[in-house]
């Protein structure tokens, strides 16, 4: 039976026609009652839709403290540090940052303090009851825009991932915009011609393709970063996704891009059957990413894949932890998940932009490449 964000999509488009992928999946994730994240239909591990690097256990919030409390000492040991959180789900990470931090660097802990940007009152209320304990410490903002300006880091896990995009395709004279349209009962694809500037602009920097070429372009990302470096007085951004560099995300090859729905673990056929029922997503563009970071006024700071910032991170926190234990065999198992190449080790990669930290490279990059000349930035 179709939920009721289904016949919400339906009577707007038989009202005003045809609507942009784009405002399709905003609805389907966004919506304030019924969207996918906003409504807490989304649920991680197991039991859920999909796995993240959170899923693994505590581990992942262990390593990250260790690099949180290396920027903190980089930022002269400021009185109060803030770990922003965008994307915090049900609150897992930030207990497990929060927890690591308090037995690993008791300074850095007393020093800091957690905010998390939540529109969703109902995740909202998860995240506070998983952080009780640090309730102190935690503030909640609705938007990025509500955030005072901080020094600090502001994290995100998987996130612009799930920012809207605008599906396009290429029909050998001209770029088109996907559309969602009604075929009866049915949501259907078709392609409308292109008439915002702003798209507009981001095709003409893409390569030559084939005629038939459908891809993403997230307009959304750019105007986060630069909201978000206008928050930032000094600190870090540090941005874990699945993506590519610019050159290897518009590969001629790619001819399909790297729109996804998932449910139950499984990619769904028909990305429009279940809006607010299933989790759409799209790969991360990092190059353009960066560079409007840095037109923003952050520096590249560090590039790498999840793999080589894992292992570097690990280097660190293994040695101070008793082998043999069962507690260091669960954190093995982790660490192994989070690192191998053939899980999360390579899909998954990790940028660093700063603001008046300075330029000494961080820990978790210690075996990354130059990163400019990874993202394809001259």
């Not at 998987?158 to 075929?183: I, K, M, Q, T």
């Amino acid at each position: 039976m179709p939920g009721p964000l289904t016949e919400i999509l339906r009577d707007r488009i038989a009202a005003a026609g045809p609507i942009p992928f784009r405002d399709f999946m905003d609805a389907a994730l966004y919506h304030p009652e019924h969207g996918y994240y906003a409504s807490g239909r989304a649920r991680i591990g197991r039991g859920g839709d999909f796995f993240t690097s959170v899923s693994t256990g505590p581990l992942f919030g262990a390593l990250l403290a260790r690099q949180f409390a290396e920027m903190w000492t980089r930022l002269g040991e400021p009185a109060e540090f803030t770990i922003v959180e965008q994307g915090a789900h049900r609150g897992d990470f930030a207990r497990d940052v929060l927890t690591a931090l308090r037995a690993q660097s008791p300074s850095c802990f007393a020093a800091t303090r957690y905010a998390i940007i939540e529109p969703s009152d109902f995740l909202r209320a998860a995240q506070n009851e998983t952080l009780a304990e640090f309730a102190a410490r935690v503030r909640w903002f609705p938007t990025l825009d509500a955030l005072p300006p901080f020094t600090g880091v502001h994290f995100s896990n998987e996130l612009p991932d799930a920012f809207p995009v605008h599906a396009v395709a290429w029909d050998g004279g001209a770029w088109r915009e996907s559309h969602v349209a009604l075929d009866g009962d049915r949501f259907v694809f078709t392609d409308r011609a292109i008439t915002g500037t702003a798209l507009q602009n981001a095709l003409a920097q893409l390569p030559p393709v084939p005629a038939g070429y459908r891809t993403e372009i997230n307009l959304a990302a750019p105007a986060w970063i630069a909201a978000l470096a206008a928050r930032l007085t000094r600190g870090f951004v540090l941005v874990i996704d699945y993506g590519f560099s610019r050159a290897e995300y518009y590969r001629p090859e790619r001819t399909t891009g790297t729109l996804t729905g998932y449910a139950q673990h499984r990619r769904v056929d028909d990305l429009l059957a279940a809006p607010g029922a299933t989790d759409l997503t799209a790969h991360v563009d990092f190059t353009t990413l960066a560079e409007c970071a840095i037109a923003a006024g952050l520096r590249l700071a560090g590039f790498t894949d999840q793999h080589h910032f894992i292992v570097a991170l690990g280097a660190q926190h293994f040695p101070a932890h008793v082998p043999g234990t069962a507690a260091s065999q669960r954190e093995l198992r982790a660490f192994k998940t989070l690192m191998h190449p053939q899980m999360m080790g390579r899909s998954f990669h990790v940028l660093a932009l700063e603001k008046l930290a300075g330029p000494a490279l961080l820990a978790g990059f210690r075996f990354a490449r130059d990163p400019q000349a990874a993202l394809g930035i001259d």
